[in-house]
């Protein structure tokens, strides 16, 4: 879509810092972090939010869930069980989505956060 935030940032057209990318996902740090990690997963492909996803979208989120704990282990999450990290889909308005464009906060290191 060409008005979206997140569809610019995946073409390019708009600079960010990026994580990783594959054909499908393209991860990028948060510009407003939350936690002294803080990233976001987005499909390539333009979903809304994650009320629009349908059975065709099933491959795509299992890959994006399965990444998320790699990533944030190279961004300097520390392992499971002391360590962790926070996985969050904002969905619709009152789900607290900003941007809409599907996308998945992956959050953590030492507490306090900022915010959540």
Known sequence: MSDCLF????AG???SKKVHEDEEVFVF??????????FLMVPKVHVPSLAHAGPD???????????????????GCRPYPEGGFRVVVNTGAE???EV?????H???GPRPWLKG
């Open 7 to 10: 569809c610019k940032i995946v």
């Open 106 to 108: 992956v959050m953590g």
């Open 100 to 104: 809409h464009h599907l996308h998945i």
């Open 29 to 38: 740090h948060d510009i407003h972090p939350w936690a002294p990690v803080h």
């Open 95 to 97: 789900g607290g989505q």
């Open 57 to 75: 979208h099933v491959g795509l989120l299992g890959r994006m869930m399965a990444l998320a704990p790699k990533l944030a282990l190279e961004q």
């Open 13 to 15: 057209k708009i600079p």
